[in-house]
């Protein structure tokens, strides 16, 4: 064999010996870790008692606990030999156990909103329904997680339902009682709180039906944050959230209307509630037409023209002829 192939025989024997042992040190030290991690969240590793040994002092929160979704996680497989019940937010309790020291446990008594919420979010984060929540509007005004939901019990009593003619999903409970999510009170009412603003716009005449229970408010928004102004919630485009319910407007459409893809539903409409039928933001279609289709020469859109536009009451409705004002398949003016 020649110098020069026994020198890349050598070279290339000793790239799978450091290869060989490279992935050996890997896999061995990646086989602890998960062992590491289940000594210290087992409820028989180190310092971790299991929840049945809280109940002897704190038997009201254990008795209002053992009803929770919290308190059903021992029984899932996906989470044997992790910590669960109350040492899965307030930490391992022996220590507090064994000397009756308020300081030997995790307690929430004096924490921030923002703390309250980290330790929420570290089963809670990575969906996405939560993984924005600290780019979120609630997030940056120290409201947290349980602000709106309490982590121990729900809120007790008799549940009488809304409406005696349609219950559905939104007015099944009764005002301030709430089954979903572990919430301190039915999902409108508890944005109210602090909303008041918007609660005069659903008593309008036109309204969405939210104080009546047909729908909520995490129906259009997310309480957890977004990309969105209001927190919205997304799909494709800005009017997601109308278009879960008002599809027919969605298009694409062969010819378009500009204001429903610039600017969107609000641009017209005002989402929660307002005096004016089909919730518009003027009394008048005609007004409302006139603020993009000037008379104003050079200005705003292309003006109505010519002695079929007739302003008089009975014309005065826009729509009475160009009625795909959303958009059309047939006709570039929105006729039928």
Not at 72 to 89: D, H, N, R, V, Y
Not at 145 to 152: L, V
Not at 292 to 321: F, K, M, R, W
Request: hydrophobic content about 30%; some cysteine.
């Amino acid at each position: 064999m020649s110098p020069t192939k026994l020198i890349k025989a050598s070279l290339i024997c000793s790239l799978f010996l450091a290869g060989g042992g490279w992935l050996a040190s890997s896999s061995s030290s990646q086989s602890l870790k998960p062992v590491e991690t289940n000594l210290a969240t087992q409820h028989g590793g180190e310092g971790y008692v299991g929840s049945d040994a809280c109940k002897d002092c704190h038997e009201d929160q254990f008795k209002n606990f053992s009803h929770t979704s919290h308190a059903q996680l021992s029984t899932i497989s996906s989470w044997k030999g992790k910590a669960t019940g109350c040492e899965g937010c307030h930490g391992p309790g022996k220590a507090h156990i064994e000397e009756a020291d308020p300081a030997k446990i995790i307690s929430f008594k004096n924490k921030s909103s923002k703390q309250i919420s980290e330790t929420c979010l570290t089963c809670h984060a990575g969906k996405e329904e939560h993984n924005n929540f600290r780019r979120g509007e609630h997030w940056r005004n120290d409201v947290g997680c349980a602000d709106c939901h309490t982590s121990h019990s729900p809120p007790t009593g008799r549940n009488v339902a809304s409406s005696n003619t349609f219950i559905g999903a939104g007015n099944a409970e009764k005002p301030g009682f709430a089954d979903l999510k572990l919430l301190r009170a039915s999902d409108p009412q508890l944005c109210l709180e602090c909303h008041s603003e918007v609660k005069h716009q659903f008593n309008q005449p036109f309204h969405h039906k939210v104080l009546e229970g047909a729908m909520k408010c995490s129906d259009c928004h997310n309480p957890h944050g977004g990309f969105e102004l209001k927190q919205t919630r997304l799909a494709t485009g800005a009017d997601a959230a109308c278009f879960k319910c008002h599809a027919d407007k969605q298009g694409p459409f062969t010819f378009e209307h500009a204001p429903v893809k610039t600017e969107g539903c609000s641009s017209c409409h005002t989402p929660h509630g307002s005096a004016n039928p089909r919730l518009l933001t003027t009394s008048r279609v005609a007004q409302l037409c006139l603020t993009c289709h000037s008379v104003a020469h050079d200005v705003g859109a292309i003006e109505p023209a010519g002695p079929q536009h007739n302003l008089n009451a009975q014309y005065a409705s826009c729509t009475n002829c160009h009625i795909k004002v959303h958009g059309s398949h047939s006709s570039p003016v929105f006729f039928r």
